[in-house]
């Protein structure tokens, strides 16, 4: 007959109680602001012996720090997308200047010529800018008028010619119903014209109708930099450490009562709900732990680019990272996911620091995909001012010149991701 070794049961719960934590805190260190703060609020609701810490949540109003709710604005919005516009002054006054002046419909009746003197710069960065900003969410956006959100939708919907060019030049009759004014002035039959009315009726008449309710979730960030003379300091964002505390006096309470509670099953309960709470405290703290780590290796490596910009930025992957903080590649890729740093009023996800090289060629290594990028940028930009319209061999010569060694087919590569036009389309648009 065989014997069973009873003893072994709780070792088999301890074991699954580990597992279960550590799955628990690897879900906590992937986790958003966002999903951790309604994780946090769900947990503080099954457990009756957590509560928020009441305290920290005073200092965090009392600071003024943001106002992170959920709901944003159709200008807060853009804000947050134009973090990526650009990080040199002109480019943020522009940016702002463009973004004030938008109305709720997302129209924005301002030439560049204004926007350039509100924001003390050139007609060509106010072009610049203006032409970044109208890639933003929701389609359409910063459209002068009607009119020209119309022709937007037609042209992506290779719908736009002639004839829808009158009818949007005349709405006036349109809204009047007068199609025989209409089919007059386009030089066609009425029931051609009932077709175009019919398809412009089709399109949103406003940038803002564009926008899903469900894209508008504000970013969060999990840092806070600032840049003081040559030095980076950063803080985790207070608002973010959700922490969590048991309630001693409610604890102490129950455990006077406890004499009372003959029911097995309760007093199992308390233990659970205790130890689940105390389980969740370590996460949250292991978690900013962890955090502030991996940010602290991450904006020392990247330091140059906090102060130079996008040219700066040096080729990172988590496996440097790793090394840098005895961590698991793994955990700083769970880490560094969905997470956010703010300075200057930019806010950059940690993925965007991690970037691999250009080339294996020697010359090359502390130039990364990014810098190489921002250069190319920076090139075509020039053509602005300059009577020149560069090549892409042209764009190689240049980096050359930079000590920096890029095949002509990469530049094209990395011109196409910045949705830059090539050559040939760029000299006819000057010469328009």
Same mark, same amino acid.
């Given at each position: 007959m065989h014997k069973y070794n009873l003893s072994q049961k709780p070792s088999l719960k301890i074991?699954?109680?580990?597992?279960?934590n550590i799955i628990t805190a690897i879900k906590i260190l992937q986790m958003s602001a966002n999903e951790l703060e309604a994780y946090t609020l769900t947990e503080i609701e099954k457990n009756p012996f957590l509560i928020s810490n009441k305290k920290y949540n005073e200092h965090y109003e009392n600071n003024n720090i943001e106002n992170y709710s959920e709901d944003l604005g159709i200008k807060e919005w853009l804000y947050q997308q134009s973090?990526?516009? /650009?990080?040199?002054?002109?480019?943020?006054? *522009?940016? +702002?200047v463009y973004i004030e002046n938008i109305n709720d419909k997302g129209f924005c009746n301002l030439s560049t010529e204004e926007a350039a003197v509100m924001?003390?710069? /050139?007609?060509?960065?106010?072009?610049?800018? *203006?032409? +970044?900003?109208k890639l933003l969410d929701p389609e359409g956006i910063f459209s002068r008028n009607i009119e020209e959100f119309l022709i937007f939708q037609l042209k992506k919907n290779n719908m736009f010619d002639?004839?829808?060019?009158?009818v949007i030049?005349?709405?006036?009759y349109l809204a009047s119903g007068n199609y025989k004014k209409l089919a007059q002035l386009c030089e066609v039959k009425e029931n051609k014209i009932i077709e175009i009315i019919n398809n412009i009726k089709s399109l949103k008449p406003t940038p803002i109708d564009s926008l899903k309710k469900e894209k508008i979730e504000r970013i969060i960030p999990d840092f806070f930099l600032e840049i003081n003379n040559n030095n980076i300091n950063f803080t985790l964002n207070n608002h973010n450490k959700y922490e969590v505390s048991l309630d001693k006096d409610y604890i102490n309470e129950i455990k006077i009562k406890q004499k009372d509670l003959k029911t097995k099953d309760v007093l199992v309960y308390i233990k659970d709900c205790i130890a689940h709470g105390k389980m969740l405290q370590n996460n949250l703290n292991r978690r900013n732990n962890t955090l502030f780590l991996i940010g602290d290796k991450i904006f020392s490596f990247q330091k140059k680019f906090f102060f130079e910009g996008e040219e700066a930025i040096l080729p990172l992957t988590h496996k440097i990272i790793s090394e840098k903080t005895l961590m698991n590649?793994?955990?700083?890729?769970?880490?560094?996911?969905n997470k956010y740093v703010k300075f200057n009023n930019i806010t950059l996800p940690l993925s965007y620091f991690f970037t691999s090289?250009?080339?294996?060629?020697?010359?090359?290594?502390n130039n990364s995909a990014i810098s190489i990028k921002a250069k190319i940028k920076k090139i075509v930009e020039q053509e602005l001012y300059k009577d020149i319209v560069y090549s892409d061999k042209n764009i190689v010569d240049i980096l050359m010149k930079e000590n920096i060694k890029v095949a002509r087919r990469t530049v094209t590569k990395y011109r196409e991701s910045l949705n830059i036009?090539?050559?040939l389309v760029r000299s006819k648009k000057c010469n328009l």
């Open positions: 074991n699954q109680k580990i597992n279960s973090s990526y516009i /650009s990080i040199n002054s002109w480019g943020q006054r *522009l940016v +702002k924001a003390k710069t /050139s007609k060509a960065h106010s072009k610049l800018v *203006l032409s +970044k900003l002639n004839y829808y060019n009158i030049k005349n709405l006036n590649e793994s955990t700083i890729s769970r880490a560094v996911k090289k250009t080339s294996k060629v020697k010359n090359n290594k036009a090539n050559s």
